[in-house]
C-alpha cells in the first residue's frame, strides 16, 4: 500500500518536532482529558487509594497501545524510521483494508465525540459557575419548546 496522501505532499501537517515531554503532556491529557476537573470530586468520594490506581492502570495501558501504534507504523513497508506521516486512519486502513476501516472508525469517532461532548458540558458548567459567582445568577436557552425561552436555574 502507498503512503497516505498527507505523507506525499511532505510536511502537510506540519514537522515532526513533539519532544518526550510533549509526548507525556499529551498521554496524560488523553487519559484524564474532560475528567480532569470531576478528579477532586471522584477522590473527596471514592477516596484516594482506587483513583490513583485507575488512573495508573489507564497511564500504562495507554502508554502500551502508543508504543505498539508507534510500532505498527514503523512495520509498513517503506516507513522504517518513521520517515512518512501516517495518522491513525491511514495507519488502520493499511492493516485491516477498506472494508473492516470502515468498521473500526465508527467506534473511533464515536469516542472522539464523546469526549468532546464531555469537554462542552464540562465548559458549560465552568462558565455557569464563573457567572453566578460574578453576575449572581446565569440565563440558558431552553430549546425543547417552540418558541425557544430564556430560563435560569433554581
Not at 500500500?1 to 513533539?18: D, E, L, N, R
Not at 514503523?74 to 520517515?83: D, K, T, V
Not at 464515536?110 to 462542552?120: D, E, I, K
Request: glycine share 6%; proline share 7%.
Amino acid at each position: 500500500m502507498h503512503p497516505p496522501p498527507a505523507a506525499k505532499a511532505g510536511q502537510a501537517f506540519g514537522a515532526k518536532t513533539i519532544t518526550l515531554w510533549g509526548s507525556m503532556c499529551l498521554n496524560l491529557n488523553n487519559c484524564m482529558g474532560p475528567a480532569m476537573v470531576t478528579l477532586p470530586l471522584i477522590v473527596q468520594s471514592a477516596g484516594w487509594q482506587t483513583p490513583a490506581l485507575a488512573l495508573t492502570l489507564v497511564c500504562v495501558l495507554s502508554s502500551f497501545a502508543a508504543t505498539m501504534l508507534c510500532e505498527a507504523t514503523q512495520r509498513i513497508p517503506g516507513n522504517g524510521g518513521l520517515a512518512a506521516r501516517w495518522e491513525y486512519v491511514s495507519i488502520d486502513r493499511h492493516y485491516y483494508g477498506e472494508r473492516w476501516n470502515a468498521f473500526t472508525s465508527v467506534p473511533f469517532t464515536t469516542s472522539l465525540q464523546c469526549s468532546n461532548v464531555a469537554a462542552m458540558v464540562v465548559s458549560a458548567h465552568v462558565f455557569d459557575a464563573f457567572f453566578v459567582a460574578i453576575l449572581g445568577h446565569s440565563y440558558a436557552a431552553r430549546y425543547d419548546v417552540c418558541p425557544p425561552r430564556w430560563v435560569t436555574p433554581l
